[in-house]
């Protein structure tokens, strides 16, 4: 239902154009991991992926989000994973979705952790990554496939304030957005080399989103 909801709901706020590498094949059981720099980005790949690949994937999210009136009882009821940061029950995440993993599921996660904390609407590129992918990766076998989305900045960035002007401007704005899925790749056992590879990988995905709207950032 969420991946639904968004294919339905995106379009009503920009302009979604979706590429992939050639021949690209998500396998049942994918990690799917993508670049984040706004609250609206999940939105814009869950409709990305549905519309081009007919993936839904189960996602990774802060568990905040649970608390949300209905859209915490659609998370819950689609087997979405709280992500319970800074705390002892962070690390279950991983747990839930290597099982998710396991039964043919894709996965899709933000490695990166947070949202940047730039004030304007430029695109900004993917942070440092944390190191749960490379272990989900490493415990699992699982493939990764690179994501790069752009553009998602443009409905809502920054302050609270701006955030909220954002969204409600986006419908007569309709800015252009895109999202762009790379070649799955398969992680090394270190871990360490395995987060750079995938960082690397996620950074490329993103350039090539950013170049399809024209951001310059994608060419620093």
Do not use: C
């Not at 990554?129 to 990764?144: H, I, K, Q, S, Y």
């Not at 920054?158 to 954002?166: E, L, S, T």
């Amino acid at each position: 239902m969420l991946s639904r909801l968004a294919a339905h709901v995106v379009p009503f706020f920009g302009r979604l154009s979706v590429t992939t590498d050639p021949e690209t094949r998500i396998e049942p059981g994918s990690i799917l991991v993508v670049n984040h720099t706004s609250t609206a980005d999940p939105a814009l790949v869950l409709a990305a992926l549905r519309k081009r690949l007919a993936v839904e994937p189960v996602l990774l999210a802060t568990s905040g989000l649970w608390r949300v009136p209905l859209l915490g009882r659609i998370l819950t009821r689609e087997g979405h994973v709280p992500v319970h940061r800074n705390t002892v029950r962070a690390a279950a995440a991983l747990d839930r979705a290597a099982v998710a993993l396991a039964s043919g599921r894709h996965v899709m996660l933000y490695a990166e952790g947070r949202i940047p904390s730039r004030p304007d609407s430029a695109e900004n590129p993917p942070e440092a990554f944390r190191t749960g992918l490379a272990r989900l990766a490493g415990a699992t076998g699982a493939p990764v496939v690179p994501i790069g989305q752009a553009g998602a900045r443009r409905i809502t960035s920054g302050g609270r304030v701006k955030q909220i002007a954002g969204v409600l401007t986006a419908p007569v704005r309709r800015p252009d957005l895109h999202v762009h899925i790379g070649t799955p790749l398969r992680l090394p056992d270190d871990v360490a080399t395995a987060t750079t590879l995938a960082h690397r990988a996620v950074t490329e995905a993103w350039r090539t989103a950013a170049g399809a709207l024209g951001e310059t950032a994608a060419h620093r």
